[in-house]
């Protein structure tokens, strides 16, 4: 066992952008399927169970043929759960770890309010 281990990881920020989305078909982007090469457009909706801390997303992709119609429909269901900064602290701290850095990416900047992840570098704290 390696006592100067460091415990690296990254999660979702709880950002208020992502919590507060509407809970209605909402269009977010268009892309051109490599398959058929048609336009795909694609529509989310988010509701946010905020007692479970648990974003439930809808995510609807429409395939359009090329005059544009739809041709195809496609759904996915995907429950995101955010732990939020200081839940963090507490959860590492509980279980014998010590937040030696926290970054906003990868990048190693600084995480701020609008941030959209989390990076936590922790070591293991031993009892001597």
């Given at each position: ?31 051109i ?70 970054y ?12 959209y ?12």
């Amino acid at each position: 066992m390696n006592v100067d281990g460091i415990f690296i990881f990254g999660t979702r920020f709880p950002s208020t952008e992502e919590l507060l989305q509407p809970s209605t078909e909402e269009y977010w982007k268009t892309y051109i399927d490599e398959e058929s090469q048609h336009k795909v457009d694609v529509y989310t909706i988010s509701h946010y169970d905020s007692l479970n801390q648990v974003q439930h997303y809808t995510t609807i992709r429409k395939f359009l043929n090329d005059a544009e119609e739809i041709v195809d429909e496609k759904k996915t269901n995907i429950s995101l759960r955010y732990v939020f900064p200081k839940e963090m602290e507490r959860l590492l701290e509980r279980h014998g770890f010590e937040i030696v850095h926290l970054y906003k990416n990868w990048n190693e900047e600084p995480i701020t309010n609008d941030s959209y992840e989390m990076v936590y570098v922790c070591k293991k704290v031993w009892e001597v």
